[in-house]
Antibody, heavy 127, light 108 residues
């Protein structure tokens, strides 16, 4: 059974950097679209970034553009989020979440929802 | 930017009752791109419904989704203790790529 396990969270000062990792066990995420979704304490969910395992296309929400970079290893078993110039408003639990817009035969379904989530890693930005 | 507004913010019900949760989009959207999630305290979200009305694997048939255009509904019949949680709707769109509603807390 596929699982996603995040790591790398912690306490960092404003302006600092952190690198989050998401390890995929049970499969690679090569065919999938991998994302980071965050949740500030007591708040709702916010999509942060997207990485296509098929063609390495990336997208970001506006508030992190130019500060965060999403990437993967060559084997497509680990996803990363490099976070620079961190702000207090970046404090949140960061979840790694998978989207699979293709069916078992590889045909595009057009269905874009998060079907697998990790347990999250907490990032706290504070002085 | 399309905004998803969920109502009510909090819904207080008892086990055995029916819950009706609303998700309204600020403009017409395709139901293909609309999903619902449940999040229990201290846990990651779990998808319940995708494509507006398709149940995810393992979701019981007392949970259903419906709607189109701007109005979508998640209905949970015969509430069980494990249903009391926070529910989010989510849309795939253009900018931002994925949008969530602010959530509905279903409490006893």
């Amino acid at each position: 059974e596929a699982q996603l396990v995040e790591s790398g969270g912690g306490l960092v000062q404003p302006g600092g950097s952190l690198r989050l990792s998401c390890a995929a066990s049970g499969s690679t995420f090569g065919p999938y679209v991998m994302n980071w979704v965050r949740q500030a304490p007591g708040r709702g969910l916010e999509w942060v970034s997207y990485f296509s395992g098929r063609d390495s296309t990336t997208y970001y929400t506006d508030s992190v553009k130019g500060r965060f970079t999403i990437s993967s290893d060559n084997a497509k078993t680990s996803l990363y989020l490099q976070m620079n110039d961190l702000r207090t408003e970046d404090s949140a639990v960061y979840y790694c979440a998978r989207v699979n817009p293709f069916d078992e035969n590889g045909y595009f379904t057009g269905l874009w929802y998060f079907d697998l989530w990790g347990r999250g890693t907490l990032v706290t930005v504070s002085s | 930017e399309i905004v998803l507004t969920q109502s009510p913010g909090t819904l207080s019900l008892s086990p055995g009752e029916r819950a009706t949760l609303s998700c309204r989009a600020s403009e017409s959207v395709s139901g293909t791109y609309l999903a619902w999630y449940r999040q229990r305290p201290g846990q990651a979200p779990r998808v319940l419904i995708y494509g507006a009305s398709r149940r995810a694997t393992g979701v019981p048939d007392r949970i259903s989704g419906s709607g189109s255009a701007t109005d979508f509904t998640l209905t949970i019949n015969r509430l069980e203790p494990e249903d009391f949680a926070v529910y989010y709707c989510q849309l795939y769109g253009s900018s931002p790529l994925f949008t969530f509603g602010q959530g509905t807390r279903l409490e006893i």
